[in-house]
């Protein structure tokens, strides 16, 4: 060790405890542990001292966020709600009504529906002898709702949160308490019409959210059960080897190969005949060859989905949309209440790691999919007493996902973004003239105009515009005792500083016609 290393060695205890607090013994046990570990530690430690207190009896504690949850500031809430408002209108403009359901339900209701994921499931303490769970998604409490209601048919939407132990990856979108926006159509119809009109609805919000080249990857069911059984997986695995393939998209397919042997108990050879499909992806021509596989050709569930896979690109031609979507066999979506068509919208990696980068020191996000959904036919029967069922098919749209890359994007580019929607300062450049601003301010939001005022009695003239510039109100309404006498209002252009006499009964329609000019 050079000599610098034995000072480091001598001093580092010391400064440690100086620096943090802790106790002799404490570091010199942090000091023992392997470098990658002692960061892990030291922050498991310094927690724990802050939620028992300090010495002198005053209770400290870290002022953070839960884990896996953020605060969203004005400029982000901003982006949100513009993200919120393309979707909400792509909704409307599709037919849908929205509803509500409790953010927890009875533990039960959420209980065998989300397969290996149900241990994600934020169970409450009991409260009063019901046993809660925080709704993990929307889909089950939707589900719910129908058979509780005895609701048939219905085209919904549904934004709100949903929450999941999840291991948080912020940097990617992923958080334990994150919004959900869904759009589910229930109801008994010919086959592949709704189903159809979902996957148009991604495509349309992906492309107006102008988030880069996208892909919607499609599958179904029935045919990867099919295919399941030819391979001569048991029917018991088919759930826990479709959840080893829904992670084709994260791992290569020897690795995939290796869960199902090694943790899922499937033969070697079975896993082998799986690869051969589960690697193909296509449009019609693939669905033509599936057709006529010696193997799947003899499977009835199969065929089944490959017909109305056949006959939901068929009206993906209709919508225009089919060159957006692909055939993937290695699509599982790893749910269980999935009955059919299953499918997942995702960003080309060329475009996520174009539109979220950073400097060279920060971290790169990248994102997974950032729309998903399904036709789960059983899940509502799985409510009604009587097992009555109600077909349904929906898809979420991933709005943190989306979010994370909108934001980042736009840090990227130094885009000024405006929080809130004022049209109009009133102003004045005189003193003692708050009575009349006042006055003034209050035509205007009789008006529906979206003006404000400076809290100030006497505002420096300077101060008002610089705000308007700093906050980016277009419009500044001035007036003064000349303005009052010969009832104009000065009205001027902040980006322009062009100013002109209005007269105030004109000033209503000046600002709108002007606002909504910009």
Known sequence: MNKFGTIAAKYWPRFLCWRTGLSNVAVRMLCSLPNEQISEELAKLLELKAQLGTNDGKPQFVLKTPKGTRDYNPKQMAIREKVFS?????????????????????????????GEDSKLIYDLKDQGGELLSLRYDLTVPFARYLAMNKITNIKRYHIAKVYRRDNPAMTRGRYREFYQCDFDIAGQYDPMIPDAECLKIVHEILSELQLGEFLIKVNDRRVLDGMFEVCGVPADKFRTICSAVDKMDK????????????????APETADKIGEYVQLNGRSELIDKLVQDAKLSQNKVAMEGLNDMKQLFVYLTLFGVEEKVLFDLSLARGLDYYTGVIYEAVLAQ????????QSEHSEQVSVGSVAAGGRYDGLVGMFDPKGRKVPCVGVSIGIERIFS?????????????????TQVLVATAQKKLLEERMKLVAELWKSGIKAEITYKKNP?????????EETGIPLVAIIGEQELKDGVVKLRVVSTREEVDVARADLIEEIEKRTCQS
Not at 350 to 357: F, G, L
Request: with cysteine; proline share 3%.
């Open 350 to 357: 060329s475009q996520a790691a174009t539109q979220t980068q």
């Open 86 to 114: 393309t979707i909400i209108n792509c909704f409307k403009r599709h037919g849908a009504e929205t509803i509500d359901t409790p953010v927890f339900e009875l533990k039960e209701t959420l209980t065998g529906k989300y």
């Open 405 to 421: 890359i909108m934001e980042q994007r736009l840090e990227a580019s130094d885009q000024k973004i405006r929080t809130t929607e």
């Open 251 to 266: 791992m290569p397919w020897e690795d995939v190969k290796n869960e199902m042997v090694s943790e899922k108990g499937l």
């Open 460 to 468: 420096k003239l300077l101060n008002q515009l610089q705000y308007c």
